[in-house]
Nanobody
Framework: QVQLVESGGGLVQAGGSLRLSCTAS????????MGWYRQTPGKQRELVAE??????ANYADSVKGRFIISGDSPNTVALQMNNLKPEDTAVYYC?????????????????????WGQGTQVTVSS
């Protein structure tokens, strides 16, 4: 099991900045990628940004050039959000994608899944 603890978020005026942080604990060796998703009422959770060690980061088109994802260690991920817009208002969730192998070598099975943080509210006023 992996636990994700988020910090940051809050209320900011349009054009301002916020920084979100997430720390994973537990079986962190199973984590392959970490990132951030966001969700507004009535909409599906959407990817904001994600990254893996030694790999390039992926960003949603709506945040490219404004948000920066970084990892200070294998079990932490931060999201620097600049030039925030009212449409960035949402609950932001830290995500960790895990992968484990199961079974004998001749019949190994790859198991994959997601861990989620509790979510942190980001509100951008116009």
């Amino acid at each position: 099991q992996v636990q994700l603890v988020e910090s940051g978020g809050g209320l900011v005026q349009a054009g301002g900045s916020l920084r979100l942080s997430c720390t994973a604990s537990g079986n962190i060796f199973s984590i392959k990628r970490m990132g951030w998703y966001r969700q507004t009422p009535g909409k599906q959770r959407e990817l904001v940004a994600e990254m893996a060690s030694g790999d390039s980061a992926n960003y949603a088109d709506s945040v490219k050039g404004r948000f920066i994802i970084s990892g200070d260690s294998p079990n932490t991920v931060a999201l620097q959000m600049n030039n925030l817009k009212p449409e960035d208002t949402a609950v932001y969730y830290c995500n960790a994608k895990w992968e484990r192998l199961r079974g004998p070598v001749e019949r190994v099975e790859v198991l994959r899944g997601d861990y989620w943080g509790q979510g942190t509210q980001v509100t951008v006023s116009s």
